[in-house]
């Protein structure tokens, strides 16, 4: 089988996905390419993971470009002969459906709905598109049951297709105390402080402008908190701002974009996460199977990846500052229960979100679309060659 993923944006969690499937889906024996712009992890480390990566230039938001992407992408189509196309996020979503337009094998990951991040007639707007352009994908692929039930209950009509978010459970071990303390001491950080850690992409959806709101009261509370965000981002200056006008400034880490964000994750007591919208985010699977707790904004398979019992202390209420600051009290006046909830939250991770698993039930996806596809092909009369008069065919 070859398999064609074409990714915008190239960094962050939906970069880590597509990383994991080229992987997994190389183990398995298939031809693997990657179309996706230059910068950022994605075509390295794609390239690494066994993938042929093709230059797409292509911007992360929708402009006036996105007609010569949608064409340039449809050039690398018909260069590559896939049998699957696997479109990753909203602006691969875009130009790829407008290129190939259910021509193909196309499976349409949202990873978070676009019409989520937006507001008043572009939300309209976005959503009328999704509407539209569902008929060009054979399978829509949702990573949380809440991610599909939102597309369904807002009138997209897909094959629908449920795959949670994994995590290489091999790459990513418990951290125990003694790993804990190793963790703070390669990273310059208090060995015995109290010490939430957020990663993740520094931007409106990940929330940290609200937990940085909730912070000034967790510090009220316990001065010996600390709390690192590590990642980059748009909204880098505004969070460093942000920091600076805080009662103890020097208590909040600003650690940058990190190649590899396991230290961190060890180095926690509780990793937190106050997401405005998420598909089903992929930095708190990375804590629990790291043994780490993780505090999060209720939005979509936020409550799905948690283990059973632990949503009433692992929620709260997107965009409350309060009740964020409330739980980070306390969770991390709570050491031992936070590593009660860790080694749960490990042991469930290990069952439900697996990397290996997702693999494996995307595979599925893929091969009953091809058999579908198969099906519904007529067959070919012997002798007769027919050239499609179809405007824009491949």
């Known amino acids: ?19 994991d499937l080229v992987r ?20 390295e480390e794609a ?14 938001s929708p402009g006036g470009g996105t007609v010569a992407e949608a064409y340039r992408l449809r050039r690398i189509v018909r260069a590559a002969k896939p049998d699957v196309l696997h479109l990753h996020s909203a602006k691969a979503g875009l130009a790829g459906r407008l290129a190939v337009r259910g021509k193909l ?9 676009s019409f989520a991040a937006v507001e008043g007639p572009v939300a309209a707007a976005t959503l009328r598109w999704e509407r539209y352009a569902t008929r060009w994908a054979k399978a829509v692929l949702c990573v949380s049951e809440q991610e599909r039930r939102d597309g369904e209950e807002l009138g997209l009509r897909a094959a629908w297709h449920v795959v949670p978010n994994g995590v290489d459970v091999r790459h990513h071990a418990p951290a125990d105390s003694a790993a804990r303390r190793a963790a703070r001491m390669s990273l310059g950080l208090e060995l015995d402080a109290p010490l939430a850690v957020c990663v993740g992409r520094l931007c409106r959806q990940k929330g940290q402008d609200v937990l940085l709101d909730a912070w ?55 990793v937190v996460l106050p997401s405005r919208w ?20 209720d939005v979509p398979g936020a409550r799905e990846c948690l283990p059973p019992g632990q949503a009433a202390h692992s929620l709260v209420e997107p965009e409350n500052p309060a009740r964020l600051a409330r739980a ?5 006046s709570d050491p031992i229960e936070c590593e009660r909830r860790g080694a749960a939250a490990r042991e469930h991770l290990i069952g439900r979100h697996d990397v290996r698993n997702t693999v494996a039930q995307v595979d599925a996806v893929y091969r009953n679309l091809l058999r579908t596809e198969g099906s519904a092909r007529p067959p070919r009369q012997r002798g007769v060659h027919r050239r499609s008069r179809v405007p824009g065919r491949l």
């Open 105 to 113: 094998p196309t499976v349409f990951q949202p990873h978070a709905w």
């Open 216 to 270: 000034a009261e967790v510090l009220a509370e316990l001065p010996q908190a600390r709390l690192a965000l590590v990642g980059d981002g748009p909204d880098a200056h505004a969070v460093a701002d942000r920091v600076r006008e805080l009662p103890e400034p020097a208590r909040v880490r600003l650690a940058g974009d990190v190649a590899d964000p396991r230290p961190w994750l060890a180095a926690a007591d509780l």
């Open 47 to 60: 390239a690494t993971a066994g993938a042929l990566v093709l230059d797409w230039p292509a911007t992360r």
């Open 1 to 19: 089988m070859t398999i064609l993923h074409v990714s915008q944006p190239v960094d962050g969690g939906v970069a880590r996905v597509v990383v």
């Open 328 to 332: 980070l009290i306390a969770a991390l």
């Open 278 to 297: 998420e598909g089903m985010a992929l930095a708190p699977l990375e804590a629990m199977a790291t043994a780490r707790p993780v505090l999060l904004s």
């Open 24 to 43: 997994g889906q190389r183990e398995a024996g298939c031809r693997v390419l990657v179309a996706c712009p230059q910068g950022g992890r994605l075509a």
